[in-house]
């Protein structure tokens, strides 16, 4: 059956349903989980070391609001639910910033279920929401500097022809590089800003804790949509 | 770690327990409406045309916010988790309780998550319950240079006297634009500088922020245990205070206080036009007597430079868990300002004129 099914539209199924979006965001709630220790190491060699905890108490919040029996018509209602439990849970600027981004993705995501060029326009209004509210620019040693990187590539793999499930690793890819690079940068807002170049060598905890938001969907979709023959 | 604790993860909720055991003044609400969004707030009801003070942050700079509630200063605060800035449906709770139908000064310190989470509260406020709000950022300390390049200026040790001053004017009834505006006033006019011994270890991460060796200081943290600007080698507590001093006079703001009283010194008048409020604060874990030997250094060096003190407060106010250190905060005041300092205050941290 499922043979048949996929060999009928092979594009058709590279697209994020209800179902697989909420497999992403558990699988994100996942890896903040398994991730705890790393990113509140991180932040405490540049910040207050609360970035972990934080993380990891938005992710349950959202894993118990969205999980289970929670059933949402839309993708975007989904994402908007995940926006507003991470801004309701969070604190911190990443609770604002990250609630922002989700919300803003989800607004342009009003079906139940979206194709690669949906998804672009998502995560540009996602983007935007970030750089609106945070004020940050590339470089500044923020999750701006993994969050770009992903959305323009996947902005660029959709538009060169690749479907949802190839550009989403292109992106995790990007972002994963991204936050690396932020290690040699002077952070220019945020906590780490204050100390100055001090904050050179360190790797940015709010980078770290995008790319791997970008590496649960590729996972995600590799897994839910890799199984299919 | 070595903490009087029962569960990491309760630390904040056990804490503000006892803050409303010890003051049956306060009461902490944790508000189910909300999602179970949690204040302090003054267990009196907010007088009518009275505007209303709301404050918050991260915890674990105790007494600030929950010990500056009450008459005369807040009338709600708005406690995060340690270091972590409150939430907006926290603060939209503490709105809704407080506004007795004059509005809401939200005094904010300048933290990005702080700032973020304030903002989407404001708005929320708004649309969602019609009740005006209006912002005072406090971002005094000098530490923080080049605020292109920064998130710009923290806001520490003058929170203190923005919400005792502003608290007072709304406490006479001025309106809510009035209030606002006292509170910029005081910001502007005050600035801050601090000095670390030792790193905060906060329950949740269990390890010392930093490490500090034992012939070394930090010069010019935050209160949230990040380390400071640089790192020099410990000197004498006068060296210290001059340090800080220095830091603080250099900025533009206290020029006038310095040529003022120059003036008047040379025109025999005494010295006029230099008076400030100056706070020497502990960030914890720094005992009181060590606290006054920065503030007899303080005098010193201000009498030296024909600065008047006219108030003076310390002790511990805003801290920052168990880190050993001290800030300083100097507050050039008008006979306004010094005149709302004095008023009547009766909160758990600060209480006079009664």
Redesign the interface.
Known sequence: MNAGDSGEGGNRVDTLDIETTRAWILATAAAVDSHRDVLTELDAAIGDADHGANMHRGFTAVAAAVGGDYAPETVGQLLGKVGMTLISSVGGASGPLYGSAFRAAGRQLATPEADGDQFALALRAALDAVRALGAAAAGDKTMVDALMPAVTTFDEAVTSGAGLRAAARAAATAADAGARATTPLQARKGRASYLGERSIGHQDPGATSTALIFAALADTLDGTLGRMP | MKKFLNNPDAYVAESLAGLAAAHPTLTVVTDAAE?GATFVRRTARTRPGKVALVSGG?SGHEPLHGGFVGVGMLDAACP??????????QMLAAVRAVDSGAGVVFVVKN???DV??F??AAELAVEEAGIAVETVLVDDDV??QDST???GR?GTGATVLVEKIAGALAERGAEMAAVADMGRRVNARSRSFAVALTACT?P??GKP??LLPEDEMEVGV?I????G??RAKLASAREVAKLALDAILAEPVFAGAQAGAQAGAQAGTGADGGDVIVMVNGLGATPLSELYILFHEVSRLLAGRGVTIARSLVGNYVTSLDMAGASFTLCQVDDEMLELWDAPVNTPALRWGL
């Open positions: 999602g991260g995060g988790e340690v270091f972590t800035s409150p939430v907006p449906g933290y990005t998550g973020l989470n903002q989407m530490a923080v390049w920064t998130a923290r906060t949740a991460n922020g930093f935050g949230h245990g990040e380390p600007r640089r």
